[in-house]
Structures are given as structure tokens and as C-alpha cells.
């Protein structure tokens, strides 16, 4: 189903760059023996880019089930003590950036619901179009909720599900959910993974040595020392119990509709997506970016990282050399991020320094993934005139952004999406550059070699492949309670966690 969507009045949000910024990754381990939470670890490691609020890890071992989770990188949440104490042949793993619901410890996971098959530990990345009406028919039958993630609601929906085994229940959950999801989950000494039915959001299937792994890309598996086996089918049902797997269709497959995001912006360079690599997509968007945008310029200079790529394709079909000048600052964290204008300004210069030697009386090309509100974008440019540039061409790999995403992009501030009510010409003269080109939709499908038909491209051209909520209904504070208030606390499952963030399952 294509549904047109709301325009621009409706949310985007931007990282500390000004750019788009999408929820979480996710990991699934099951071995034959021997621990699998310091393989969870490695993989969170290889997927920290998708997010960096929060990570966590729960593993089981006989039954019981550990978790420690907490609030920044995963270097930050977990040492060699903590991980020794997530024992067991099965563990799950998550890295968060938060899309619906407030960064904070409760919201932190892998979550932890009981069930009726005993603990059940649950990591999503993605967004449910229909959770606040799902969370408030869930509480009314007596479901009480300890986060204000949509995550929580797919957990008590399987928990909750009026079947008799685990498989029933995920089933009955699917059938009820709507919008993105990509899960991994464990319980009942099992590890599941499951898909939408549009396959939205990116989950792969690897084999290690001794075991299986899910991740959210391939580039985990490199880290874990698995190989890449397939992708995981849109709603399909994933098992792994120590070396044995089971796959099962849970969902009627829906028209495919991979977020062309990923490919753009979100996945690392050295991932495949539905046999397309990232980085030599990436590279075609910057080929045909020149083919269809050309710049009478002297060099071409990317925005790291995302827009290295692009910006080498770019020179390949231009002719132009391709040089560093600008240099990203990797050990500036989000941490620095702070609620005042005048600090996030700073951000810009802070984390991107120019090289006055390279930009010096040189016409410049600048490649970038996308230009959301157009802010930072404009500093950039103003920077590489301070530091001489004598013209400043911004090309963009990705068709301009129009309309809010729903299924894992965060929707948190409204109003921003410069493209939404602006013309080409008008964003050029906002940003300062001589001049502007965006790549075509037609030159993205062309880049990525894939059917326009199996791509997610609404927040392109407002055509969604589900329904879409009403605007109250959507956004990173969907299911916050009035005024700030938390959720009560629920019974303890059965089950223990290590960490601040989940002590009261032993009070």
C-alpha cells in the first residue's frame, strides 16, 4: 500500500552535523558452547554508527537470563568484568539512537518483559506506525510498561499473545504491529529474529564457527569472525538454538521496500544491503551526481564521512582530483552536543577543521549525503570561504529531502526540512554556495541497481509503503507520559540483570 504523506509541518531530525540520523543496531549470537556475549560485544562495536546513546547486551545460560545495559558507547557501558558476567551460548545486543522515546536508562536495551516461556530479553531497531494505540490497549488489559519505547510494545505484545509457543506468539505479535522492525530476540533458551514484511529496516544472517549470527549489516560479521550468509526474507521468522537454525514465513511478503537511506547515509562503507555494496553505491551516486550536475571547478572535497564516497565517484567522472579538505575530529562524542544555540553552533567548526592549503584560491566542488535544514551546510560553506575558497559548488548525493520518515528516522522537531518548501535556488542562496545540485531520483535508483518498486524512497517523494499515523500520534515523544512522568515499575521477571539501569528487577 502507497499512501501520500503529511508535508512539512511534520518532524525530522538532525544529528550535531545537521544531518538525518536513524535508531539502532542490533545483534544475535547462538553458539554450540563457550560464552557469546564477547562476540555480541565485538558485533556492537562494528555497529556503533547507528547509534550512541545507549548499549546493552543480554545473554542466557541454562535457563537464566543476564542483561547489563547503560546510557553511552558501548566502550563506555561495558568492560572485561561486566561482559564475564553475561554468561551463556546465546546473547542479543543493541545500540540505540533514540526515535521514539527520550534518551534515557529505562529506554535503554535489550528490554526485559516476563512471558509465560520465562524471561524474555527484546532489541529493536525500527518504528511502529500504531504504537500508542497498541501500548494503550495493552494497558488496559493489565500490561504495565517500564519504558516509553515502541520496542516495549512489540515485547509485551509476544509476552502477552494468546499462544503456546513462542513462535505462535511472534505471529500473533506481526499480525498486530505496524510500520518498520527489524528484531532480535531471547527467550526460552532461543534466539529469534524477524523482519516487517517490507523489509524496511536491514537484518542479515551470518555463520561463525561454532554457532550463528543476526545483525543489523555485514559489516558485524567481519568483526565477529562469521561470514555472511543471506538476508533475512521480509516477514520472516528467524530461530538459532546452538548450531541448528529454523526459518519460517510468519508474515505474507510485501513488495520490498529497502530505506535507500541506508545506502545514502546510515550503513557503514563496508556493508552489503541486499547484495548492493554501500560504499560502490555510494561511489555510483557521486558518478552520476557529475553526469548530471558538472561544476567548472579545480578540486573536489568531500564531507566526512558519508560523503567520501560520493565525492570520490564524483571525481572519477569529472576528471576533478579528489582531495582532503576537510578533516573530521573523531573524538568529539555527542556528549559535546548541548541544549544552546550558540554551543551547537560551535559544534560545526569543532568537529570539521579546514585545510586553508588545499581550499586556498581554488574553486571548490563540496560532496555531501543531504541537506536537511540547510544550517550547517551554510557554515560549512562560509568556512571554506574563510579559508579562501574562491568559488564553493555544493553537490548532493540524495534528492532532496521532503517529507518525515516513520519507520526509524527521528521525527523530533518539526518544521525543518528546508526542501519542503523551498526551490533549489532559494536553498543556494540560504547555504551561500555559487551552486547547488542534488542528485536525481532517477540517478539514485540507477546508482543503487535495484527496482525503484523494492526501494523505500517516501521521504523523497511522500509515496510510503504503509499507512502513515496522524501527527499525534507519531514523533520521538509518542509515548511519553504527561508532564515527564515515568512509567511504573513491573514484576520481575524471572531472570537477573546487571547494571543501573534495570536494579529494579532485584529489589
Same mark, same amino acid.
Given at each position: 500500500?502507497?499512501?501520500? =504523506? ?28 563457550? #560464552? ?5 560485544? !565485538?558485533?556492537?562495536? @562494528? ?13 542466557? $545460560? ?27 551460548? !546465546? ?34 531497531? =525500527? ?43 511472534? $505471529? ?61 526474507? #521480509? =516477514? ?147 568556512? !571554506? ?18 517529507? #518525515? ?16 518548501? @523551498? ?38 517523494? =511522500? ?45
Amino acid at each position: 500500500m502507497r499512501r501520500r =504523506g503529511p508535508g512539512a509541518a511534520h518532524d525530522v531530525l538532525r544529528d550535531e552535523r545537521g544531518g538525518l540520523r536513524e535508531e539502532c543496531g542490533v545483534i544475535g549470537v547462538s553458539l554450540d558452547s563457550g #560464552p557469546a556475549a564477547p562476540l555480541a560485544h !565485538l558485533g556492537l562495536f @562494528a555497529l556503533q554508527h547507528r547509534g550512541q546513546e545507549s548499549a546493552g547486551i543480554a545473554s542466557s $545460560a541454562g535457563g537464566r537470563v543476564s542483561v547489563h545495559k547503560g546510557m553511552g558507547l558501548v566502550a563506555q557501558v561495558f568492560d572485561a568484568e561486566r561482559i564475564a558476567a553475561l554468561p551463556g551460548p !546465546l546473547a542479543i545486543g543493541h545500540v540505540r539512537y533514540s526515535t521514539m522515546g527520550s534518551a534515557r536508562i529505562e529506554n535503554a536495551q535489550p528490554l526485559l518483559v516476563p512471558s509465560r516461556w520465562g524471561a524474555l530479553a527484546l532489541a529493536h531497531n =525500527g518504528n511502529l506506525i500504531n504504537a500508542p494505540l497498541l501500548r494503550a490497549e495493552l494497558e488496559a488489559g493489565g500490561a504495565v510498561f517500564t519504558s516509553t519505547s515502541d520496542s516495549e510494545v512489540i515485547a509485551q505484545l509476544i509476552a502477552r499473545a494468546p499462544a503456546s509457543s513462542v513462535e505462535e506468539a511472534v $505471529a500473533y505479535a506481526l499480525g498486530r504491529i505496524a510500520g518498520a522492525f527489524t528484531v532480535t530476540m531471547l527467550v526460552g533458551g532461543r534466539i529469534f529474529g524477524f523482519r516487517d514484511a517490507h523489509a524496511i529496516r536491514p537484518l542479515v544472517l551470518g555463520k561463525a564457527p561454532r554457532g550463528w549470527i543476526l545483525a543489523s549489516e555485514t559489516c558485524a560479521f567481519d568483526h565477529m569472525g562469521a561470514a555472511f550468509v543471506r538476508d533475512v526474507s #521480509p =516477514g520472516e521468522l528467524v530461530t538459532l538454538a546452538g548450531t541448528a537454525l529454523d526459518a519460517r514465513q510468519v508474515l505474507p511478503a510485501a513488495r520490498p521496500a529497502y530505506c535507500v537511506f541506508e545506502y545514502i547515509y546510515f550503513a557503514r562503507p563496508d556493508t552489503t544491503l541486499a547484495g548492493r555494496n554501500v560504499h560502490l553505491a555510494r561511489r555510483r551516486m557521486g558518478q552520476i551526481l557529475a553526469r548530471e550536475h558538472p561544476a567548472n571547478a579545480d578540486v573536489v572535497l568531500a564531507v566526512p564521512d558519508s560523503g567520501t564516497s560520493a565525492a570520490m565517484g564524483f571525481s572519477d567522472a569529472s576528471g576533478l582530483p579528489f582531495e582532503v579538505g576537510l578533516v573530521k575530529n573523531r573524538y568529539v562524542g555527542r556528549t559535546f552536543i548541548q541544549p544552546d544555540q550558540a554551543t551547537r553552533d560551535m559544534g560545526v567548526r569543532i568537529k570539521l577543521n579546514p585545510l586553508r592549503e588545499v581550499i586556498d584560491g581554488r574553486r571548490v566542488v563540496l560532496v555531501d549525503d543531504s541537506i536537511v535544514r540547510g544550517t550547517t551546510s551554510g557554515k560549512i560553506v562560509r568556512m !571554506l570561504r574563510a579559508s579562501g575558497a574562491a568559488e564553493v559548488h555544493v553537490r548532493i548525493s540524495s534528492p532532496p529531502i521532503r517529507f #518525515p520518515c516513520f519507520y526509524g528516522i527521528d521525527t523530533s522537531s518539526r518544521g525543518e526540512l528546508v526542501a519542503a518548501t @523551498a526551490r533549489v535556488e532559494e536553498i543556494r542562496r540560504r547555504i551561500g554556495a555559487d551552486s547547488l545540485g542534488y542528485l536525481s531520483e532517477g540517478g539514485l535508483v540507477e546508482a543503487l541497481q535495484l527496482a525503484r518498486s523494492h526501494l523505500c524512497m517516501a521521504c523523497l517523494d =511522500g509515496e510510503y509503503p504503509t499507512a502513515v499515523p496522524e501527527e499525534a500520534l507519531a514523533g520521538r515523544h509518542a509515548l511519553e507520559a504527561p508532564g515527564g512522568r515515568r512509567p511504573a515499575r513491573a514484576p520481575d521477571p524471572v531472570g537477573a540483570v546487571t547494571g543501573v539501569d534495570a536494579r529494579w528487577l532485584n529489589d
